[in-house]
């Protein structure tokens, strides 16, 4: 893996993470009794974008830190998990 690679990889893994942590622990402003106007009831009372950016960053290097080594490491390999090319493009497994 290249660092290019694993600099994307970071990347796909460290936005998916911080969509993840936007929804754990939120208190609606409608929950919290603190409506600003113009905005839904819904929305985040306090967001705390800080703390949920340095969660995200470190969560992400530990998933990233597996799959990087899965891949440097070749623990898993393309031929381990492609089923349509394993045994032919149309045959049946063997019996």
């Not at 290019?4 to 009794?33: C, H, K, N, P």
């Not at 949920?52 to 080594?69: E, K, L, N, Y």
Request: hydrophobic residues 55%.
């Amino acid at each position: 893996m290249g660092v290019v690679t694993g600099i994307v990889l970071y990347a796909v893994i460290w936005f998916m993470t911080l969509l993840i942590s936007l929804q754990v622990r939120v208190t609606s402003q409608d929950e919290a009794g603190e409506r600003v106007a113009g905005t839904h009831g819904s929305a985040p009372a306090d967001a705390q974008m800080k703390k949920r950016v340095i969660w995200t960053s470190i969560v992400a290097a530990g998933i990233w830190a597996v799959i990087a080594s899965i891949i440097i490491f070749q623990l898993i390999s393309l031929e381990d998990v492609d089923l349509f090319t394993r045994f032919g493009m149309g045959s049946s497994a063997p019996r």
